[in-house]
Structure formats: C-alpha cells, structure tokens
C-alpha cells in the first residue's frame, strides 16, 4: 500500500488500541507516578528495560503519544516535548553546548532566543552572530568549537528564507550540526530532511496547539547530527536500541533534570491540534498569501514581507524549500511607529496579541513589545524596524479580515 498522508499519519499514530473502555483517543493521565508489582520491575523500568513510565517529570503515555505523532508529522527519528518552544531551545542547548565552545547564528531571531543567547555569556559560551544570507559568512565563523549553526526556517518578524541545503552542505563537510527553529512553517508544508536540517526545536504552541490551547514545544531529531567532535556527547557510552546520543542525553539527563517536561494535559490537546493541523494551516497561509498580495502597492503602505511574494528577494529559495505556502505570517511596514499604532488601534476585527497561528488572528507591533527590553544596538543587530507590524493570520473570513485592514489604512493614516 501507498506510504499513508500527512493527515492520515499524524491522525492514526500515537494511540495503542484497544483502550479498555474503548476510548476513540487517549484518555489524560494526569498523575504524578506509576506503581509497580514488585522491586525487581521498577528497578527495571528505571534501567529503561520496560519502556514503562515510572514518573511524569520523566515520561507520560500523553506526552509519549504526542512525541509519536510528531515523528510521524515531521518523519523525525525521534521527538523529545517540553513545555514550551523556550524550554525546547534552552534545554537542546543545555545538552549540548559546553564552556568553550560557540553557536555560530543567524541574528535574525525571535526575541527570546536572541536574549537566551546572550545570556550564554555567562557560562562560557560563545555565540557568534552572522548573515546567514552569505553561506561564506558561515563557513569563515565556524571552528573546532563550533557545538551548532542555528537559524529560524522564516525569521520572525523579519520574514527571511535563507538557502537551509547550501548552508547544511557546508556544516555537514565540517561536522557542525545544523539546528533550525521551525516553528513558523509545518511539516505539511515542506519537508525538513531535504532542507538538509538536522535537528529542529518548534514552538507547539503556535500551529501544533490548535488555537493557542497552552504552550508546548519540541525536540526534534532527526539522527543526522554528527556528535563525534562535541566533547560532551562524544564522551557519551553507545546508546542502546539505536537511539542518538542528543535524544539519549536530553532523555536520560538534560530534561528530566531541568524539569521543563510537557504536562500531559498540554500533549492532550497538542496530540488533537496536530490532528487538525493541515486543514488550519492551508485556510490561514491562504488568507495571508491573499492579504499580502492585496495590500502589496497599497498607498499608505511602504513594504510588505512575505516570502511568498514575487517581490520578495527569498521568493526563490521560498519557492524550493517549501511544498505549500510560507506560513501565515506576514508584515506591513507602516512608515513610523505612530503610524503603526493609530493603525492598530483602528482595527476591530484583529486581536492585538503576542502569539501566532491562533485560530483568531493577531497583530503587534514588535518593537515595541517584544524587543521592548533591547537596546538600540540590540534591536539593529536583530533586524527589528520601528515601523513593521506583524500580522498572524487566523480561521475568520479573508474577505472580514481584508476589510479591517483597508479601513484601518483608510480612517487612521489618512495624510
Ligand atoms: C520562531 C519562534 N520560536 C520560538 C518561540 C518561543 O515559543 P514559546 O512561546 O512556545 O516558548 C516563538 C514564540 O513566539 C517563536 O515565534
């Protein structure tokens, strides 16, 4: 039989039937510990023998059916969750990072990662930030120390797309894994292992969620990393069973002893966000494709971004490494920060809010919020202009949507 859809995938995985009662999907199991007959089997059960659970800090049949159903998403060799993209980032970088070494990355980043990455300072880690748009760039800042390139897929809010297969070919010759932040396109809309990706960290609570029910994130391994020159993986015995030794060390170590692990509760509602995952997410980057096109060349507006757009300088390399749309995020450069305010502020129909992919739509200005705490010089290096508003776009009707913009341009900006 033909190999089964996305869809297909993500709906029938995770879930080992028959439930006692029947159950169509897994029932929450909202408890701390599990209990067993004997010594001998918990004893065995902490050796990682019987693959069964023993405490929720370090797995749950929740969380372990949602790990499933994003490997069975993403293709991914294995699938660590946690209970936020942040907890994701911070702890694969936890795992693998050590005094000394550097991440060599795209300045390009969400805020939050950006400050993270400061702050590795602190612990003897150097982060070294480069245009990622000039693979030469990448290859002149990597070293014998280099732990990880990071980058985001489409940065956020910059909306660059930057040649993933050019600069993977590059890293792979000099055996420096290539992590990417991926939240911003799903699965069904390209496919990682072709962009030359090696790891991945996702937000789940952006798309996975299904309408912004908690935050999650995810670990996503996709078993192609060469480990051999980082000196706290490679010093690692062999892992059992064919696991790599970034998911053995994030399961056996770095997570469970962070703490930061997703709460069964969350992996219940992300397990039922993925299922509905493709449908959301071609109605939304398909109200973004259209909202970008029809405020491109507006008067009262300067710049669009969206790399789905002609115009776009990464329409190209959009256009190779994606399967559907890129993403339902977009933005409008307005001309000035007041601008951008009296703007927002005439919009009724879209939500003034941080997040993205809700099933509502959403607009910030992220300047002003989201690198609120950065300096100028911060602020520069990340890309972030005073003038960009960024839009989420949600489930509502394209043609509202459309109207809420228009009159917003019309009645606020009006001279
Ligand atoms: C690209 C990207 N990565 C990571 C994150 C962090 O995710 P979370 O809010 O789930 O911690 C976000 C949040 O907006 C994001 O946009």
């Not at 859809?5 to 009662?21: E, L, M, N, Y």
């Not at 749309?325 to 951008?340: I, V």
Request: aromatic share 8%; glycine share 8%; hydrophobic share 40%.
């Amino acid at each position: 039989m033909k190999e089964p859809q996305f869809s297909t995938r993500v709906i029938d995985t995770g879930f080992a039937r028959p439930d006692a009662h029947g159950a169509t999907a897994l029932p929450v199991y909202r408890n701390a510990a599990f209990e067993f007959p004997d010594s001998e089997s918990i004893a065995a059960a902490f050796r990682g023998e019987s693959g069964r659970h023993t405490y929720s800090r370090i797995s749950n049949p929740n969380v372990t059916a949602f790990e499933a159903k994003v490997r069975a998403a993403s293709g991914a060799e294995s699938v660590v969750a946690l209970n936020s993209g942040m907890a994701a980032i911070t702890n694969l970088f936890f795992a693998i990072a050590s005094a000394g070494a550097n991440i060599v990355s795209s300045p390009r980043l969400f805020g939050n990662t950006f400050s993270f990455f400061r702050s590795l300072a602190a612990f003897g880690v150097e982060v070294r930030m480069v245009d990622a748009g000039d693979p030469a760039q990448i290859a002149a800042a990597i070293d014998e120390r280099t732990c990880a390139f990071f980058a985001e897929l489409v940065t956020n809010p910059g909306m660059e797309v930057f040649d993933l297969p050019a600069i993977s070919r590059i890293l792979r010759a000099r055996g420096v894994p290539v992590i990417i932040d991926t939240t911003i396109v799903p699965w069904c809309a390209f496919d990682p292992r072709k962009a030359g990706i090696d790891v991945e960290v996702v937000s789940t609570t952006k798309y996975i969620s299904g309408g912004a029910t908690g935050t999650g994130g995810v670990i996503v391994d996709h078993g192609t990393a060469d480990w051999s020159r980082n000196p706290r993986l490679a010093a690692m015995p062999e892992p059992p069973g064919g696991v790599s030794r970034l998911t053995h060390k994030l399961r056996t170590e770095t997570v469970r002893n962070l703490g930061a692990v997703m709460t069964p509760d969350t992996a219940a509602t992300h397990s039922l966000g993925l299922e509905t995952l493709q449908v959301r997410f071609e109605r939304m980057s398909a109200s973004a494709d259209a909202l970008a096109r029809r405020f491109e060349g507006h008067p009262r507006v300067v710049r669009v971004g969206w790399p789905g757009l002609d115009s776009s300088p990464c329409k190209t390399i959009a256009d190779t490494l994606f399967t559907g749309r890129p993403g339902a995020m977009f933005t409008l450069s307005l001309g000035s920060r007041e601008a951008c305010f009296r703007f927002m502020d005439a919009l009724g129909v879209w939500h003034r809010a941080t997040n993205l992919f809700d099933n509502r739509s959403l607009v910030i200005h992220p300047s002003s919020t989201i690198y609120s705490t950065f300096t100028p010089e911060m602020r520069a290096e990340a890309g972030i202009e005073d003038d960009l508003v960024r839009f989420s776009t949600g489930l509502e009707d394209v043609g509202d949507l459309a109207a809420d913009i228009e009159n917003a341009l019309e009645n606020a900006l009006q001279k």
